[in-house]
Nanobody, 123 residues
Framework: VQLQASGGGSVQAGASLRLSCEASGRKFTGYAMGWFRQAPGKEREFVAVISGRGTTQYADFVKGRFTISREDGTKTLYLQMNGLRPEDTAVYYC??????????????????WGQGTLVTVSS
């Protein structure tokens, strides 16, 4: 499976962005997917995941601000980001767990990764 992330950009604090991740290949429908991010000088971290049935999990620092969703018909994963903060600045990656429909926040469970899209939030 190949993943193509898009939608990043440079915005002011408080703005919104919607990230998209288009998948090609078989491993999308029914599999867990997620968004992760990596800020400069930091390790990649969990942001939000969604199971094959649509159950979601969020990192505490994005709860109430970000919404993950999926559209199986178009094989697209989304991350709606509202109320962006400078500390949200990072490269955002989408990923698929090609072995399970149950969503996990653990990065090592995800087999397929997109190339990342940069989000920069200025104060």
């Amino acid at each position: 499976v190949q993943l193509q992330a898009s939608g990043g950009g440079s915005v002011q604090a408080g703005a919104s962005l919607r990230l998209s991740c288009e998948a090609s290949g078989r491993k999308f429908t029914g599999y867990a997917m997620g968004w992760f991010r990596q800020a400069p000088g930091k390790e990649r971290e969990f942001v939000a995941v969604i199971s094959g049935r649509g159950t979601t999990q969020y990192a505490d620092f994005v709860k109430g601000r970000f919404t993950i969703s999926r559209e199986d018909g178009t094989k697209t994963l989304y991350l709606q980001m509202n109320g962006l903060r400078p500390e949200d600045t990072a490269v955002y990656y989408c990923a698929v767990d090609g072995s399970s429909s149950s969503a996990s926040s653990r990065l090592e469970y995800y087999d397929y990764w997109g190339q990342g899209t940069l989000v920069t939030v200025s104060s």
